[in-house]
């Protein structure tokens, strides 16, 4: 069973941004150690609990941190982006760090509308989503879409490509381009069956990839035992509600705890939580029991593991136990 790691570089109330970005490396650097196959940083802006909004920038730094292990975007929201200049940071970094980059590429624009704007793109960029990826493919490639126009770097590094998705469009363009499909069901399950099944069933070869390959995303709160895992976990809930019901709210910082599990029992806090019930909360032999089990129902090549914690040195150990109790029941 593949495992692989999404870090958000997430910034609790307790850390510093700064120290968000120690702890990325220190995650980065214990996967590697663990033999866990990648680590991904995905693409958000104007959210304070969030520091992966310059994806490539950061991957370059963990980049520089590690020698081995796969580091990529899960993913790069394309419509934020020219494809040009996607391939120009992505070729730079596959140049620096060769066989060690992929390209998640995704089609929402991972933030608000407002800030959208905010960002100088037209709020109709995903419609162009398809053609963007078509583009980028063949700036890597060397094959430039755009007479007269290639990237350096880029050119020629055929930097992998993945499609990330939540819903049938995502499913339905990988399988048609022939590329790798990750779903992000740590945050949006409700498709992730159907749309397995879809992109399985109708995948086309193609140049990078002959057989349709999933990734698919799972939290885990792990920790020594089970009292641990669910005292790590309430707080996760926490600021799960405060970063999405609350966001903007001025006095947010100042709620209790008592107060913000009460929001977590309104009909919007249950639908904030049912969106992370792909998840397991427990010890190390929880985990494993429960991504063996995840990874068979969504017919997964590889798990992409979101560890969460209170601060980085709980999500390392997360990983760690992570990878210990797979080694140990393997042997």
Do not use: C
């Not at 970005?21 to 802006?45: I, K, M, N, P, Q």
């Not at 590429?105 to 793109?121: C, E, H, K, V, Y």
């Not at 089970?226 to 799960?240: K, L, N, Q």
């Not at 913000?260 to 992370?276: C, E, Y």
């Amino acid at each position: 069973m593949r495992l692989s790691v999404l870090d958000l570089a997430p910034v609790s109330r307790t850390e510093t941004i700064a120290e968000s970005f120690t702890g990325s490396v220190a995650l980065a650097r214990a996967a590697e150690a663990a033999g866990y196959e990648r680590v991904w940083y995905a693409e958000h802006h104007n959210m304070p609990t969030i520091a992966s909004s310059a994806t490539a920038v950061l991957i370059a730094h963990i980049a520089a941190h590690t020698s081995t292990i796969r580091l990529g975007a899960g993913g790069v929201m394309l419509p934020n982006h020219s494809p040009l200049v996607i391939a120009e940071q992505f070729g730079t970094l596959a140049t620096l760090h060769p066989g060690r980059i992929d390209l998640g590429l995704g089609r929402a624009p991972g933030t608000d509308q407002r800030t959208f704007r905010a960002m100088r793109r037209d709020v109709r960029a995903s419609d162009q989503f398809p053609q963007d990826v078509l583009e980028l493919q063949a700036y890597l490639a060397g094959r430039s879409a755009v007479e007269g126009v290639q990237a350096f770097p880029g050119a020629g590094t055929n930097v992998p490509l993945y499609i990330l998705g939540s819903s049938m469009f995502g499913a339905s363009l990988a399988a048609q381009l022939g590329l790798p499909y990750a779903f992000a069901s740590h945050f949006a399950p409700d498709l992730l069956l159907d749309a397995v099944a879809a992109y399985r069933a109708n995948f086309r070869p193609s140049e990078q990839l002959s057989e349709p390959y999933v990734i698919a995303a799972f939290n885990a709160t792990v920790a020594p035992t089970h009292a641990e895992a669910d005292e790590i976990f309430a707080a996760v809930r926490r600021s799960r509600v405060r970063s999405f019901l609350l966001r903007g709210v001025a006095q947010a910082e100042s709620f209790t705890d008592d107060e913000l599990d009460a929001v977590a029992t309104t009909p919007q806090g249950r639908q904030v939580l049912a969106m992370m019930r792909r998840s397991v909360v427990g010890t190390a032999d929880d985990a494993i029991a429960a991504i063996t089990e995840f990874a068979a129902e969504a017919d997964a090549d590889e798990v992409m593991l979101a560890f969460h914690g209170r601060r980085a040195v709980e999500r390392v150990r997360a990983l760690e136990l992570v990878a210990d109790a797979r080694e140990r029941l393997a042997a």
